[in-house]
């Protein structure tokens, strides 16, 4: 069991920055990729970012390449997602996941709540 816990989200407008953080409450952190996926209100999940066990490889989605950064602090067991020149259509609920294997959108062995991103005009 991963309990995952993400922070962060909030109200910003275009052009705006924010960063997410997920919290990542086990002992075995670093045994897994870690990523974000988001979704917003009658869509799919859409993957986002993730990162490797190690933080040495990252995967981005083609729509936040440039804007969004993901890194981990294992030390920490919590990965970060900084926004950059946010765009209303960024605005979604944004998820963490946790995965022992995966590091892309089949990722989903565990998943936060959810913490709510809207990005004004």
């Known amino acids: 069991q991963v309990d995952l816990v993400e922070s962060g989200g909030g109200l910003v407008q275009a052009g705006g920055s924010l960063t997410l953080s997920c919290a990542a409450n086990t002992r075995t952190f670093v045994t897994y990729n870690m990523g974000w996926f988001r979704q917003a209100p009658g869509k799919e999940r859409e993957f986002v970012a993730a990162?490797?066990?190690?933080?040495?490889?990252?995967n981005y989605a083609n729509s936040v390449k440039g804007r969004f950064t993901i890194s981990r602090d294992n030390a920490k067991s919590t990965v970060y997602l900084q926004m950059n020149s946010l765009k209303p259509e960024d605005t979604a609920i944004y998820y963490c996941?946790?995965?022992?294997?995966?590091?892309?959108?089949?990722?989903?062995?565990?998943w936060g709540q959810g913490t709510q991103v809207t990005v004004s005009s």
């Open positions: 996941a946790a995965d022992p294997f995966l590091m892309s959108q089949a990722m989903g062995d565990y």
């Open positions: 990162i490797s066990r190690t933080g040495g490889g990252t």
